[in-house]
């Protein structure tokens, strides 16, 4: 199970961390992903990890100001989001891929959580 919390309203130029707890099952072979879906438009990629810290990769759209990063000991995934737009206004979706090293479709993930609103706007 993967939830996710942290999503709120914010102006632009602002922060918001993300957090994806997950539980269930043994997700140390997996990567973890982060998505989002503005309204309208497809899912997107939007940050990739393994849990053990690397296979990092980002969308050039957030790169430089997102950062992905993870607590292995509380089974954690967080996404720090900087200097916000208002086009990263969307639902944010966390994704686990099992046996997985930088997986950027949305096919290679197994698992979902059910979003978070982020809101970027004056």
């Not at 950062?67 to 966390?94: G, H, W």
Request: aromatic share 14%; with cysteine; proline share 3%.
């Amino acid at each position: 199970q993967l939830v996710e919390s942290g999503g709120g309203s914010v102006q632009p130029g602002g922060s918001l961390r993300l957090s994806c707890a997950a539980s269930g099952r043994t997700f140390s072979n997996y990567a973890m992903g982060w998505f989002r879906q503005a309204p309208g438009k497809e899912r997107e990629f939007v940050a990739t990890i393994r849990w053990s810290g690397n296979y990092i990769y980002y969308a050039d759209s957030v790169k430089g100001r997102f950062t992905i990063s993870t607590d292995n000991a509380k089974n954690l995934v967080f996404l720090q989001m900087n200097s916000l737009r208002p086009e990263d206004t969307a639902v944010y979706y966390c994704a686990a891929a099992v046996n997985a090293y930088g997986p950027r479709s949305q096919s290679a993930y197994n698992y979902w959580g059910q979003g978070t609103q982020v809101t970027v706007s004056s």
